[in-house]
Structures are given as C-alpha cells and as structure tokens.
C-alpha cells in the first residue's frame, strides 16, 4: 500500500499502479489519461506510459519494413509527451502471484513473439510520461492524479478514452460523479 500522497515527508512508491488524471487536468496529452507507472523511484523519478490514448493508427501506417510485417495491425498510442519521436513496443500480461506485468521497450521480434503468447497484450507507444525526482509526488499531493491499483480485468478493457472513465466509476461515489460529468459542466 503506498504511503499517503498528502503527507510531505511520507514517501510515495507506486511502481506498477495506474494513475488516473484528476479531470482538471484538460491538456491534450493528460486529458483523461490513465498511466501504467513503469518506473518510480523516490531519487529518480517515474515513468509510465499512458494506456488509454489510440491514436487512430497502426503499425503499418508509420513503419513499412519488412521487420515490422508481422506488427503490421498493431494498434499505436500515445504513451506520452516525452521521447514523442520514439515508437516503442510493450507487453502487458496478469500473473496470479504478482499482479500486472509487463515488458517495455521491447524489439519488433520480441513485440511479436509476446502478441503470440496467450493472455498478452501488445502495444506500440509513440512516446512516454516522465517525471523527474520529486515532480509526482508534488502532484500527487495537489491530487493531480488518483493512484489505483490495476485489477485483473484490466487487460479485458478497450485501452480507449472509456477505460478512464470506467477505472475512475470504481473508486467512490464522488469519483463516480466525476466520471459522468459533462466535458464542461457550465454549458449543461
């Protein structure tokens, strides 16, 4: 269980929980985003990549060589704003024992060798979310984002614009209201 986010000198590891962006967080690249936190060190820093940002394309409309053939349909997202010029491939499966997993950065044959694999996801990300030491953990305490943890169904979902809004129903009833309210509430 992480340390409460609202305590300043608690520290915050949430390596491999999802953050669910608060909605006033309306930029195009955090707009209801929820990010697989890959990395998190209290000196170091975190990354993740953002689950729920398809970007209408697949892999055979950026990458034509013959590498990438057998990634061809291969749906790509946007893992975030960092290393925007990078397309990278990652695998995400459920282990009973240890919850989440996955392989990041991964080669086109081992992108491929995983999609074959049963109860794996893979997935092309054109770039990735990053924080730097202590950056996070100062949002967190503005409740810029809601860590949860991931559940088993996770990799069932649509990893489309929805899963924010269902992950974020979840959590309590005033999380539920947030979910359901309109894009802007003053033109309701």
Do not use: Y
Not at 26 to 43: A, E, P, Q, Y
Not at 164 to 169: D, E, I, P, Q, V
Request: charged share 20%; net charge neutral.
């Amino acid at each position: 269980m992480a340390a409460d986010p609202s305590k300043s000198d608690s520290p915050i590891l949430l390596q491999g929980k999802l953050l669910l962006a608060d909605p006033s967080l309306r930029d195009g690249t955090f707009n209801k985003s929820v990010i697989l936190l890959t990395d998190h060190t209290t000196d170091g820093g975190a990354a993740g990549l953002i689950l729920n940002h398809p970007i209408g394309k697949v892999v055979g409309d950026l990458l034509k060589d013959a590498e990438f053939a057998q990634l061809k349909k291969l749906p790509v997202h946007e893992g975030g704003p960092v290393a925007h010029d990078q397309l990278t491939f990652s695998s995400f499966w459920w282990s009973q024992k240890l919850g989440l997993r996955w392989a990041m950065r991964i080669s086109a044959a081992d992108a491929a060798a995983h999609a074959r694999r049963p109860g794996r996801i893979v997935r092309a990300f054109i770039g990735h979310s990053g924080w730097s030491a202590g950056q996070l953990e100062n949002e967190l305490r503005r409740t810029s984002w809601f860590p949860v943890n991931p559940q088993p169904d996770i990799l069932g979902h649509e990893h489309n614009p929805a899963l924010w809004s269902a992950l974020l129903r979840q959590i309590s009833p005033l999380h539920r209201i947030l979910a359901e309210a309109p894009e802007d509430p003053f033109l309701n």
